[in-house]
């Protein structure tokens, strides 16, 4: 995958949780753009049946993102406190709180699958994946990227064969992609961690995090990025499967805050009353916390309440627009030509 070749330097991000449907992919592969399929708390099936679904759809090249395994701690105590801190939200909505599990979300039969499909780019988030997993990949014609948050996170991927990062800055909506989760991790904005691995790497990079418009994707692409990843900003378009609660607080002005009340690992989302009244107890216990949490969310955007549920959402979301994604898509190549233009313009006139 040559992300220079892209029509328009635009990779959809991956979006678990129902947003990701193989029509948005399609929709930005039709603009030019690369479009991204979301594996995550799929079951192999499903995510085989999007694969197919979207190649009815598109010809073209386009990714599957999986989570990397977790890592095998578990704090039994802390996961069964939280539970009791819980159970009150849990009884609001009529239902009983999730069976805490740890599990590796089909990690091997994900990989295997995408192996087995052909997928021209197979990206990886929450961990790097092993030499062997990349080596399977690339024997079976698939580019591995994996999504990095800090100059050490890039180089241990780069060591592992990967073919381009996705750099993530604190800035991005859904959950930080960090490898490890520990509190004496630097949280790095977007175009701060841009330029640290850039001076580390010589990968292709993607840069993800709170780019809604086309300055924004000129930006990045100034800073060295190939390509700009856009999430929230899509998750208006109408071939997004975004729920209407979350639609509505995403059109709204509304601050974000990084919590790990929803699943025990970092994520940024619209601030709610769920967040704030369990964002200080909530262990990092991922994906413990994640399962514990389900019933609650799923009743909660079942009976459209806002306060209950995860509104996954980057700091720049209130820019996002309900129109067609392809749309959207060939509006922000051309916002960042605009932009690139004027830049060198000016700069010109000045030197
Ligand atoms: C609703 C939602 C779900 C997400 N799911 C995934 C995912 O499954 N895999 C992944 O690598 N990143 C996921 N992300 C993070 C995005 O890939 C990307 O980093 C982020 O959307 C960029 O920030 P932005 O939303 O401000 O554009 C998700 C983000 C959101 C908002």
Redesign the pocket.
């Known amino acids: 995958m040559d992300l220079t070749k892209l029509a328009v330097p635009i990779v959809q991000?991956?979006?678990?949780?129902g947003?990701?449907t193989p029509e948005l992919a399609a929709a930005v592969n039709a603009a030019g753009g690369l479009g991204f399929l979301?594996?995550?708390y799929k079951t192999t099936g499903a995510v085989r049946e999007d694969i197919r679904k979207l190649r009815s759809l598109s010809e073209a090249p386009f990714g599957v993102?999986i989570?990397a395994p977790p890592a095998p701690v578990r704090d039994a105590a802390a996961i069964a406190a939280y539970a009791d801190s819980l159970r009150r939200d849990a009884e609001r909505h009529g239902t009983t709180l999730g069976d805490p599990r740890h599990d590796d979300d089909y990690f091997d039969a994900k990989v295997e699958l995408a192996c087995n499909e052909h997928v021209p780019v197979v990206?990886f988030?929450f961990g790097c994946p092993e030499p062997a997993v990349v080596r399977r990949l690339h024997e079976a014609g698939c580019d591995a990227w994996v999504?990095v948050t800090n100059p050490d996170e890039a180089l241990l991927a780069q060591s592992v064969g990967a073919d381009a990062l996705?750099v993530?800055g604190f800035?991005?909506?859904?959950?930080r992609?960090y490898f490890t989760d520990s509190p004496d991790t630097e949280e790095l904005g977007l175009l701060a961690a841009l330029q640290l691995v850039r001076n580390r790497v010589g990968l292709p990079l993607v840069a993800?995090?709170?780019?809604?418009d086309g300055t924004a994707v000129a930006a990045v692409l100034c800073a060295g990025a190939a390509a700009a990843?856009?999430?929230?900003?899509l998750?208006l378009a109408p071939e997004a499967g975004?729920s209407e609660p979350h639609r509505a607080a995403l059109a709204e002005e509304g601050s974000t805050r990084l919590t790990r009340a929803f699943s025990g690992r970092q994520a940024?989302g619209i601030v709610n009353r769920f967040m704030r009244e369990h964002d200080a107890d909530a262990p990092a216990a991922y994906p413990d916390v994640h399962y514990l949490t389900t019933p609650i969310r799923n009743a909660a955007r079942q009976a459209g309440d806002p306060e209950r549920l995860n509104l996954?959402?980057?700091?720049?979301?209130a820019l996002a627009v309900p129109a067609p994604a392809a749309e959207i898509v060939r509006g922000l190549g051309a916002e960042a030509r605009d932009a690139a233009k004027s830049l060198a313009l000016r700069l010109e006139r000045a030197g």
Do not use: K
């Not at 991000?13 to 949780?17: C, E, K, S």
């Not at 800035?171 to 959950?175: D, F, I, K, R, S």
């Not at 996954?312 to 979301?317: E, I, L, M, N, R």
């Open positions: 991000a991956p979006l678990a949780g947003a990701s979301a594996a995550g993102n989570f990206s988030t999504t996705v993530q800035e991005a909506g859904g959950h992609a993800a995090g709170a780019i809604a990843q856009i999430g929230s900003a998750m975004t940024r996954w959402a980057g700091q720049a979301h």
